[in-house]
């Protein structure tokens, strides 16, 4: 429910970061609470990067344990 710890796994301002706020958002209205989620990550592609950055496109699925 706390939308502010986004920012820890979603660039400032991106698509994917709008998109779970939104879902956070109506997921807070309908009065649901996911305990224990979990993240997996099923598929990452190289997009671009340095030797201390690094730009990726996943897929993340979530899942409840």
């Known amino acids: 429910r706390d ?3 986004l920012g820890a796994v979603h660039a ?3 698509a ?3 998109s779970d ?3 956070v958002a109506r997921l807070s209205q309908a009065g649901v609470r996911w305990e224990g989620p979990r993240l997996e ?3 990452a ?3 671009s990067g340095d030797d201390r ?3 990726l496109r996943a897929r993340v699925d979530w ?3």
């Open 16 to 18: 994917s970061a709008a």
């Open 41 to 43: 990550v099923a598929q």
């Open 12 to 14: 400032p301002g991106s």
């Open 21 to 23: 706020a939104a879902l």
């Open 3 to 5: 939308v502010s710890a």
């Open 45 to 47: 592609l190289h997009v």
């Open 53 to 55: 950055h690094a730009v």
């Open 63 to 65: 899942t409840a344990c």
